[in-house]
């Protein structure tokens, strides 16, 4: 045989025969490999070959011994045979001594195959790989992580979906970081080695997801193996990118019948309601027990259906029943308890959600609202809206680090929460738009007058203006509005409208 045999790849083969090491050094290589019956029928010049024996060798010491003596003596620099795990330590200690590497092999012909595969049949090793690929294709896989993992099964190595930032998906080992590192994400295909382990990755043609790379790795692989892997790969890849575009789709409708089940929930605030109680039991969600809420929102622009992909996996993590789904600009959720918990066990837990949003900001611009704890569907329901009223004020709270706690807030702040809402917000433009004009001079007096209580001398003081001009702007701005303003409703009404619109 042509080409130089390394023990580390004859590991990493998939179909290796069941070969290990028994014995002698870990890390070498062969000119080749000679597969005889017994060992009288080895040539005499082994010139550092693998030798590969098909029967059962002696079982005595001694004469497991002078085995390995012989085939050493023949020029072998290792010696694969079936039960070598049975060896006593003599022996493995004699084949140490020689630096001759000693391997147990359960299937020795299928050992041979492997070493033909790596040595003189490089297109025979990628068509394996390539017919196992495509078998794993025909399974109807039941998502992603489902056909990696078929993937991987079949070809015997790690299979990672990965982009420049890490690993996504990975089933049958795990990328080293340093591997993960050496990935060139530019060219359609590339090879990469390091200490650490090997990879072969392939660019993802997906239309909705840049950047994305499919990598089968390993360690001890060779040049040969890693070739072939590429191979593989690149005959992968198309099932990979139309699997995550159908479960793209299937995520993209799953998200919006859960997000009109949860809206159809919370519109009822309370009442019963057989076909909506039955859709949220198909979709695991109780309405019993003792549930607290949050929600999610973006400070600027997201996509929420990715900020619930990464809730749902963080969720995961937390040792209660959870559940979360697409809400208008953000993510809805809770957490259902099935018996009464204690006060400690709610602090924990709010905890936990503390962590998931400090998690999801790392990635997301958002802020999290917390509800409070109460029971059964009406419970849920308010959980949910005090949940949805903390987020608003979460938004502009920077000093919590965009997490609010409705527990920890007071009625007033949750009143002007609710003004934030897309429904009175229109109302409150409307109310005061006779006050838009000359720059809105007049509207934001109005503000500030109604903040320090209807006090002109501090209005005036914030405003850097005499009282008399104060007195004169708040006078102006009632004759506009056509309102009373010794009432305190309609003071109050001009306040949380100043507030909305400003």
């Known amino acids: 045989m042509s080409e130089a045999l390394r023990l580390g790849a004859l ?28 060992e009288p029928d080895l040539p005499a010049d082994g010139n550092g070959r693998l030798a590969i024996l098909t029967e059962l060798p002696p079982t005595r010491p001694w004469q497991q011994d002078a085995l390995v003596r012989r085939a050493r003596d023949r020029g072998f620099r290792a010696l694969a045979v079936p039960h070598a795990d049975d060896f006593g330590a003599g022996t493995r200690a004699l084949a140490v001594r020689f630096g ?25 090793l990628t068509l394996s790989y390539v017919r196992k690929v495509a078998q794993s294709i025909e399974y ?6 489902d056909l990696l993992r078929h993937l991987s099964a079949s070809v015997g190595h790690g299979v990672a979906l990965i982009d420049a930032e890490g690993v996504l998906l990975e089933v049958g080992g795990r990328l ?27 660019r993802v043609d997906s239309p909705s997801r ?70 949220m039991f198909d979709r695991g969600w109780r309405t019993t027990g003792y549930h607290l809420a949050f929600r ?43 018996e009464p918990p204690a006060s400690s066990q709610v602090e924990r837990h709010v905890a936990s959600l503390r962590e998931l949003h400090v998690a999801a900001r790392r990635s997301f611009n958002i802020a999290t609202g917390v509800g409070s704890m109460a029971s059964g569907s009406m419970g849920l329901t308010t959980s949910l809206s005090e949940a949805g009223d903390a987020a608003m004020i979460a938004v502009n709270r920077s000093a919590t680090g965009w997490f609010v706690r409705v527990d920890g807030l007071g009625l007033d702040q949750l009143l002007l929460a609710r003004t934030s809402n897309d429904a009175f917000v229109p109302i409150a433009q409307a109310l005061l738009a006779p006050l838009e004009s000359g720059g809105g ?49 309609v003071r109050l009404a001009l306040q949380l409208a100043c507030r909305a619109v400003l």
């Open 11 to 38: 590991l990493a083969h998939p179909e290796n025969g069941g070969v290990r090491t028994i014995a002698g050094p870990e890390d070498t290589e062969w000119t080749g490999v000679v597969v005889e019956t017994t």
């Open 100 to 124: 001759f590497t000693l391997l147990h092999v359960d299937r020795p012909m299928l050992l041979a195959k492997a070493c033909w595969q790596l040595i003189e049949a490089r297109d025979a």
């Open 140 to 145: 109807h896989a039941q998502g992603l992580p």
């Open 176 to 202: 080293s970081p340093e591997v993960h590192a050496a990935i060139d994400f530019s060219p359609w295909v590339d090879l990469a080695r390091m200490p650490a382990g090997t990879a072969a990755s392939v």
């Open 210 to 279: 840049e950047g994305l790379r499919l990598a089968f790795f390993g360690e001890g692989l060779d040049d040969r193996q890693v070739s072939a892997l590429a191979v593989a790969a690149e005959v992968a890849m198309p099932a990979v990118a139309a699997r995550i575009l159908i479960d793209e789709i299937n995520e993209v409708n799953d998200a919006s019948v859960s997000s009109g089940v949860l809206r159809d929930f919370v519109d009822l605030r309370g009442t019963p309601d057989d076909d909506v109680e039955r859709r």
């Open 296 to 338: 999610i929102v973006g400070r600027s622009r997201l996509d929420a259906r990715q900020l619930l992909r990464f809730v749902t996996g963080e969720l995961g993590r937390i040792s209660i029943d959870s559940h979360a789904t697409t809400s208008g600009r953000g993510v809805s959720g809770w957490l259902t308890f099935f």
């Open 441 to 489: 001079v007049l509207l934001k007096t109005l503000s500030a007058y109604l903040d320090h209580e209807s006090a002109v001398s501090p209005t005036a003081a914030e405003l850097g203006l005499h009282r008399n001009t104060v007195a004169m702007r708040i006078q102006r701005a009632q004759e506009l509005l056509a309102v009373d303003m010794s009432d305190p409703e």
